[in-house]
């Protein structure tokens, strides 16, 4: 995933945003980037991922949404998913429940979805 990052001012440089595209959500919800140096997966803190950027979107391209508005639109946008939602997804599709009513009662896009629908299948 792509994100916008606000970096906070130090002695050795101001206050900047920066564009991370090696991030990921952790099972406990907590924002990785992977540092190209060492390989290591650093925090960072969620107030200061500003934006999530689609499909690697250029930052002004008008295509990001910041998680707020994300979760405005989808209570649960960029959060991540717990076994009784897998549970809950699976059942509902195998009911024909469709994308777009799946999307209303699990609180994510119709994306996100479909994506975790994918993964599932996959892993299974």
């Excluded at 950027?53 to 979760?71: I, T």
């Excluded at 076994?83 to 119709?110: F, M, V």
Aim: aromatic fraction near 4%.
């Amino acid at each position: 995933m792509t994100v916008v990052v606000q970096l906070r001012p130090r002695e050795d440089r101001p206050a900047r945003e920066i564009v991370a595209e090696r991030v990921r959500v952790s099972r406990d919800g907590r924002y990785l980037l992977l540092d190209e140096l060492d390989g290591a997966e650093r925090p960072v803190r969620p107030e200061l991922v500003r934006q999530i950027l689609p499909g690697g979107a250029a930052r002004g391209s008008g295509q990001g949404m910041s998680v707020r508005q994300a979760r405005h639109r989808h209570k649960f946008a960029y959060g991540p998913w717990t076994r009784g939602e897998d549970r809950r997804l699976l059942r509902l599709r195998g009911e024909g429940t469709s994308l777009d009513e799946l999307s209303q009662h699990l609180g994510r896009s119709k994306g996100a979805v479909r994506d975790r629908l994918r993964k599932l299948q996959r892993d299974a």
